[in-house]
């Protein structure tokens, strides 16, 4: 008996299957979800969400959200959720890098420091998620 995925934003339904085992970014860390989980509900951290079907793994790269187990049903809801071929590395190198240096350079308003906090950690997410893609083929 697999689990159902559904992986939801307010745009579109970014991933839906049938699939064997769930490796989601917990707000409190990763969680595995395999079938027969005991019901569960859960905030989501930015992270790397992944998905094992029948011997191959896909990743996305997820920012929040939250996630309802019941039964064999898997439901994410999220504002972002980004599939690891869709992510371009080049721009997450970019991100990166742009963020990091005005970090370094310092003298940011407490707004702004954070806001380029946010933007690394969001680049850093893709680029793990892109390079998990890499690794496994
Ligand atoms: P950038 O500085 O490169 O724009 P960002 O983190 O500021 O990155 P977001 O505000 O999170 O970008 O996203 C804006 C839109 O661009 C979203 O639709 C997101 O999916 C897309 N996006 C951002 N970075 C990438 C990437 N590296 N590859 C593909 N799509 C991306």
Do not use: C
């Given at each position: 008996?697999?689990?159902?995925l559904e992986?939801?934003t307010p745009?579109r339904?970014?991933?839906?299957?049938?699939v064997d085992?769930?490796?989601a970014?917990?707000?409190?860390?990763?969680?595995?979800?395999?079938?027969?989980?005991?019901?569960?509900f859960?905030?989501?951290?930015?992270?790397?969400?992944?998905?094992?079907?029948?011997?191959?793994?896909?990743?996305?790269?997820?920012f929040g959200?939250?996630?309802?187990?019941r039964?064999?049903?898997?439901?994410?809801?999220?504002d972002?959720?980004?599939?690891a071929e869709?992510?371009?590395?080049?721009?997450?190198?970019?991100?990166?890098?742009?963020?990091?240096?005005?970090?370094?350079?310092?003298?940011?308003?407490a707004?702004?420091?954070?806001r380029?906090?946010?933007?690394?950690?969001r680049?850093?997410v893709r680029?793990?998620?892109?390079?998990g893609?890499r690794?496994?083929?």
């Amino acid at each position: 008996m697999p689990l159902h995925l559904e992986v939801i934003t307010p745009e579109r339904r970014v991933y839906e299957d049938d699939v064997d085992m769930v490796i989601a970014p917990g707000s409190e860390g990763y969680l595995g979800i395999l079938p027969h989980h005991a019901p569960l509900f859960t905030t989501l951290g930015p992270g790397e969400f992944r998905v094992k079907k029948g011997g191959v793994e896909e990743a996305l790269a997820v920012f929040g959200g939250f996630m309802d187990v019941r039964g064999n049903r898997v439901v994410v809801l999220t504002d972002a959720a980004e599939p690891a071929e869709e992510i371009d590395s080049r721009r997450a190198q970019e991100a990166r890098e742009r963020a990091q240096q005005a970090l370094a350079a310092g003298a940011l308003s407490a707004a702004d420091e954070q806001r380029a906090r946010a933007a690394l950690q969001r680049a850093l997410v893709r680029l793990r998620v892109t390079e998990g893609r890499r690794r496994r083929r």
